[in-house]
Nanobody, 120 residues
Framework: EVQLVESGGAWVQPGGSLRLSCAAS????????MTWIRQAPGKGLEWVSGINSGGSMTRYADSVRGRFTISRDNAKSTLYLQMNSLKPEDTAVYYC?????????????RGQGTQVTVSS
């Protein structure tokens, strides 16, 4: 069974940092491009960042570039998102997803999500 399990979401004050993790199982993780997407309250899914299968190429949405860093450990079948300088507008449920193209919201499967809340 394919599973993507996110963790690391929390409440944090503006300017703070969080590191999200996504543990993958049930498929050959190293073969797949991976992305992080998010959904803010009352809004649609937003592609945040993507990384190619080998981990050598990354891409970011303009809204997070310079603040977020995506990475992966293929030996551990785990995807990460380091989030720094968090803003209230980053509040959302964050999902990891396998994707056809790491540069777009072309998701194949996604996890259940982890809540990130940024407020004072």
């Amino acid at each position: 069974e394919v599973q993507l399990v996110e963790s690391g979401g929390a409440w944090v004050q503006p300017g703070g940092s969080l590191r999200l993790s996504c543990a993958a199982s049930g498929f050959t993780f190293r073969y797949y491009h991976m992305t992080w997407i998010r959904q803010a309250p009352g809004k649609g899914l937003e592609w945040v960042s993507g990384i190619n299968s080998g981990g050598s190429m990354t891409r970011y949405a303009d809204s997070v570039r310079g603040r977020f860093t995506i990475s992966r450990d293929n030996a551990k079948s785990t995807l990460y998102l380091q989030m720094n300088s968090l803003k209230p507008e980053d509040t959302a449920v964050y999902y990891c997803a396998s994707a056809l193209d790491y540069r777009t919201n072309s998701i194949l499967r996604r996890g259940q999500g982890t809540q990130v809340t940024v407020s004072s």
